[in-house]
């Protein structure tokens, strides 16, 4: 009898201790360590819930021999929020791991900061992450460089594509109203100081005039001495990189100034469609990235159009943010087809099955670079996309770029005129 309860309690406890079996393998867990009391994060969450929740309806996770549904560990690691150090905020996202003990992390740090940081928590736990927020390219070269970083892949657009999205639509400005002369604003963290001074550089070679540039910090609330400067310097074009919540006051100060120089760049809070009413209808004209397809919709690309309506449906009100939640929900998906195809949730054989993802999503069809960069262009049927909406008089959003999917081109405002 003894022998027997021996052999009983070993066989129970290889079950439990076990990845894939027993109780600790009654589902895959997908851990969201994030900034989630921001807009990007918040709605990344949701996109995440939405995409677990088709998956399990649908019967789950093929893992080997076993379907399994999916479950879903979050935490808010307060990374975007003033004067919280990058080390703090890891350890929310470890706490995540060892206490929950997801097969990967989706979404994950909102500012590059804390992703290149976490890169080595992640290469010590072997977990793999699919962000979505995150935008420096440094990740790319670390990960060409040291195999303990292969578990970090990143599904969302990064700072050198968003800067090849600006060159586009500063392309289309020169040509249809002539405009050289460019004023930079930016935001004082990794992946906006990296884009700035990429475009500052870029536009010398593009036959652009830099008549100034200049950062805010992380709660900065008053722009006009920028806009005044850049008014007095005559620019024709403002390009502002900015995701922080406050960033909306310069849109309008742009608008009651009047400042004669087309506001086309990133603003976080200009991307979604509840903007109208929150500037008092007063930001008709502003051009604004839209960081991943499917957080605006596209009739021209199906995939983008279904998400985006069925999010609307699922919880009331549209996507706000134009960074993270498409790239989210498609996260769910590119892991549950790496998980079916490794067989198993080694997070070896996941990594190896993620790197030759090829799936369409809503932000198009998404495959990754040898830096684990999903990769981004200008026809979704190829690759994921990135895009500028233009807000009209009307309050509506109109995709301007790329060719594509454009509905319309490039209009001034009022109170512009062309260089030509």
């Known amino acids: 009898m003894k022998k027997q309860a021996l052999l009983i309690f070993t066989l129970l406890f290889a079950l439990l201790a076990c990845p894939g079996l027993g109780v600790a393998g009654q589902s895959v867990v997908v851990g969201v360590s994030t900034s989630l009391t921001f807009l990007e994060g918040k709605e990344s969450l949701k996109a995440v819930e939405m995409a677990v929740e088709q998956i399990n309806q649908a019967g789950g996770v093929q893992v080997g021999s076993k379907k399994l549904?999916?479950?879903?560990?979050?935490?808010d690691i307060r990374d975007a929020a003033k004067g919280v150090p990058v080390p703090e905020a890891l350890l929310g996202m470890e706490k995540l791991i060892l206490e929950k003990k997801p097969t990967a992390l989706v979404v994950g740090p909102f500012r590059s900061e804390a992703l290149l940081a976490g890169m080595e928590l992640l290469g010590k736990h072997k977990v793999p992450l699919l962000g979505t927020i995150a935008m420096t390219p440094k990740t790319e070269g670390m990960i060409a460089k040291n195999p303990k970083y292969k578990y970090v892949f990143r599904t969302c657009l990064n700072a050198k594509y968003f800067v090849g999205y600006i060159k586009g639509v500063m392309d289309q400005l020169n040509k249809e109203y002539g405009f050289t002369k460019v004023y930079i604003i930016n935001q004082d963290v990794a992946?906006?100081?990296?884009?700035?001074g990429i475009m500052k550089k870029l536009y010398g070679k593009m036959g652009w005039e830099v008549l100034g540039h200049e950062t805010f910090p992380i709660g900065a609330g008053d722009f006009s001495s920028a806009l005044m400067k850049a008014k007095m310097k005559k620019a024709q074009v403002i390009l502002p990189v900015f995701d922080m919540p406050t960033?909306?006051?310069l849109v309008k100060q742009w608008r009651s100034m009047r400042v004669p120089a087309l506001m086309a760049g990133f603003i976080s809070p200009l991307a979604g469609p509840a903007a109208w009413k929150a500037f008092d209808q007063k930001i008709g004209g502003a051009v604004n990235s839209i960081f991943e397809l499917g957080n605006v919709p596209s009739t021209k690309y199906?995939?983008?159009?279904?998400?985006y309506d069925a999010y609307e449906k699922k919880y009331g009100k549209p996507i706000e943010a134009g960074h993270g939640p498409a790239p989210s929900y498609a996260s769910i998906f590119i892991l549950k087809a790496a998980i079916e195809k490794a067989g198993s949730l080694d997070p070896e054989a996941i990594v190896e099955a993620l790197k030759?993802?090829?799936l369409e999503t809503p932000l198009g069809r998404v495959k990754f670079s040898e830096g684990h960069q999903a990769l981004f262009g200008q026809d979704p049927a190829k690759s994921a996309l990135g895009c500028f909406i233009q807000w009209n008089d009307q309050g509506k959003r109109v995709v301007v770029y790329p060719p594509s999917i454009a509905m319309e081109k490039i209009a001034l405002p009022k109170w512009m005129k062309s260089a030509k």
Do not use: H, L, N, Q
């Open 69 to 75: 549904p999916m479950k879903i560990e979050s935490i």
């Open 356 to 358: 030759k993802t090829d």
């Open 302 to 307: 199906p995939p983008a159009k279904a998400f």
């Open 191 to 196: 992946w906006a100081r990296a884009t700035a």
């Open 247 to 249: 960033s909306g006051i």
